[in-house]
Structures are given as C-alpha cells and as structure tokens.
C-alpha cells in the first residue's frame, strides 16, 4: 500500500490587523509557482469572516473555523482540512488563527506533532508584528492603545514565534528598523526576526526558506495564565455583519468601502475606543474590494480595490475594538447607513454578531515536549 505523504502545515500568527491574511495570500502564490496546490484554514469567532470571502474571491481553496479559535475548536481545524482535501488535496496548508489567540504552539502546534505525525508535517510558527501597535506596546508607554490584559496577549504571541516578522516594512524608515529591532531585541532575546512588507513582497523569500525548514521548531511552550489571557480576551469587542447595498444608478464600490471604515475611525477615536482591526468587504458581479484600518492612529486603507461601480453589492464588516460590543453595533450601524446616505444608497442589514469572546478552553494542551 502506497504511504500517503503527510501534509505541509503552515500556520501564521499574529494579532489583530497585523497582515495575516494579505501575507497568507503571497504565501499561497509562493507555493502555487512552485507547482504546490495549496488549501486555506481561516478562523473565527462568529460567522460572516471578511478574510475567508476576500481569499476565495481571490481564487483559493478556503476552509474555515468558525465560533471559536483553532485551540478551542481543534477538531474542526482537521474536519476543515479533511473537507479540503476530499476535492483536491492540497500539498500546503495555511492556516490563519484568531488574532486575539496565544498559547498555539502548545494548543495546534504540539497536538499535530504529537497526535497527527502520519498526516501533518508542521512548519516553523512565524508570529507578525504590526508596527502601529508593537513599538508603543514594546516601549512600555501606557498610551499603548490597550489595556496591560491586551497587552499581555500581544506580547505572549511574540514570545512563542519560531520567527517573528515585522510587517509594513515599506512604511519604516531606518530609525524606525533600528528601534523595532531593539526592542524586540531587549525583550525577547535571540529572538529570529526579519522585516517584510505583505503589500510589496519583500522579505517573504526569506519568511519562504525558514518555512521549509525542519527540525526543532514550534517547541516554546508558554509559562500562561489564562485568567489574564481571558479577561484581555474579553476586553475586545467583536462584531461580524453582513448586509446589502442598493441603489437604482451605478456608485462606486471602493469609496463606500473606505467611508464605512473612515467614519468608524472618527466616531470610536471620539469616544476613545482603541481599534484592534476594523475591514470591510463588498462583493458584485465578480468584483471585490477591501478596506481595512489597523490602529487609531493610522489611516484608512484599501487594501484590495474593486475599481468598479455597481448597483447592488454585498457588503460584510468585521470589526475588533477595545469598546463595549452594543457600543461597537451602534457605531457601525450608523457610519453604515450614513455612509450609504452620503453615496446615494440604501444599507438593508441581514444580520448582526456583536460579543465579547468567551474563555479559551483548549481542546488539547502539550506542553511535554517529545524528543526533536
């Protein structure tokens, strides 16, 4: 009987806006040059995820994880493998857990190493750094934008990465290198670190190579307490809608797109919210576009432009702010609808998920490391 070759696994951490899912998408486009079909895990807590429908209508195989994180809902994380695999099984998987989530090497890492040998081959856990938030929080200022529980979350993400990547790269000048370094230097040691930028591409050979290493990696168990991790975790709001906007002449997609999220950026800075990630997605006709924001003190972006006009589109928003989750409906509710106002349009919500996320109870829990 022909033995069956196990499957690559690639996780890639980091917290909330810190470039995920754009960095799992030139990963994929890697691997796919290379000649490997690749398959996609995402993972959240509610349904309706803007990372899973924008990587689909870029053209890949996406599984996803839905109503809690990979360590607390580690079954489905092999059942949404599973599924990939049934139509086409990938050579690659990548996987991109929750941004609020730690402690995954000895939750996901460990459990396939250990339990799932004959059919993962994990990778190197690389953790991204977002700069907006790393260098306050790095600093020690306590105008981090979160609380010292966040915080905690934040860095224990870092402590547990194999390599930790510095994204937006492109956006920093040379001081600004020098000081992240430093600082991530001073604070975890040895720590192996290069800069990448997701948008240009740079870097991401060198992230490509340590990838495909083997050996002993995904071994640095966190020291955790997990009362601190929950009530940080609880500190975040959450909200997941889904909604449709409408209108009898062509508008542009792209620009209510950036709206929605501007406006959300001006009323949670007014009423001292810190974001973690706000994105926004619409989809018409085969056309998508993505805008995000990744801290209060940076700028709107679109991430993905759909350059196009239309007259009807599906519009999903996710958003991860430091704010009450009935404080953080109302707010979107209404930049949604006067953003739609202001384009010409009509905003029909479909549905609302608006929470805070619950304790982690992890599924499985090694921190008995085997023998590399």
């Not at 696994?9 to 079909?37: N, W």
């Not at 990630?277 to 709107?300: C, M, R």
């Amino acid at each position: 009987m022909k033995k069956v070759k196990p499957l690559r696994f690639v996780m890639l951490g980091g917290f909330l806006g810190a470039g995920k899912t754009t960095s799992i998408a030139r990963l994929a486009r890697m691997y796919q040059a290379r000649g490997q079909s690749v398959g996609i895990v995402t993972n959240d807590q509610a349904t309706d995820l803007v990372d899973t429908m924008s990587l689909r209508s870029q053209g890949f195989d996406v599984g996803e994880v839905a109503g809690a994180c990979f360590c607390c809902n580690f079954n489905e994380l092999t059942s949404a493998v599973d599924k990939l695999a049934e139509s086409q099984r990938p050579d690659v998987i990548l996987a991109e857990p929750v941004g609020s989530c730690t402690d995954l090497v000895a939750t996901v890492v460990q459990p396939l190493v250990q339990l799932f040998d004959a059919r993962f081959e994990v990778a190197p856990y690389a953790v991204i750094l977002k700069p907006s938030h790393g260098r306050r929080i790095l600093r020690g200022e306590q105008s981090g934008g979160f609380s010292p529980k966040a915080e905690y979350i934040f860095l224990k993400q870092l402590e547990e990465a194999d390599l930790i990547l510095i994204n937006r790269a492109d956006e920093l000048s040379a001081d600004e290198r020098n000081e992240l370094a430093g600082l991530i230097e001073q604070r975890f040691a040895g720590a192996a670190t290069v800069f990448v930028s997701a948008r240009s591409g740079e870097g991401f050979d060198e992230l490509f190579d340590f990838l495909g290493q083997r050996g002993a990696f995904g071994r640095r168990i966190l020291e955790l307490d997990y009362d601190v991790y929950a009530e940080g975790e609880a500190e975040l709001g959450w909200l997941n809608a889904s909604l449709t906007v409408s209108a009898t002449a062509p508008w542009p997609l792209d620009d209510l797109l950036v709206d929605v999220i501007a406006r959300l950026r001006d009323s949670l800075a007014a009423a001292g919210a810190e974001v973690a990630h706000l994105k926004a997605i619409g989809l018409w006709e085969g056309f998508y576009g993505v805008a995000n924001l990744v801290s209060s003190d940076t700028q709107p972006e679109l991430s993905l432009p759909s350059r196009c006009l239309a007259t009807a589109a599906e519009l999903v928003v996710n958003a991860r702010v430091a704010v009450d989750p009935k404080e953080l409906e109302r707010q979107v509710r209404a930049a949604v609808s006067a953003a739609s106002a202001a384009n010409g349009t009509t905003a029909t919500f479909r549905e609302v998920q608006s929470f805070r996320p619950g304790r982690p109870t992890p599924t499985h829990r090694i921190v008995a490391l085997k023998s590399p």
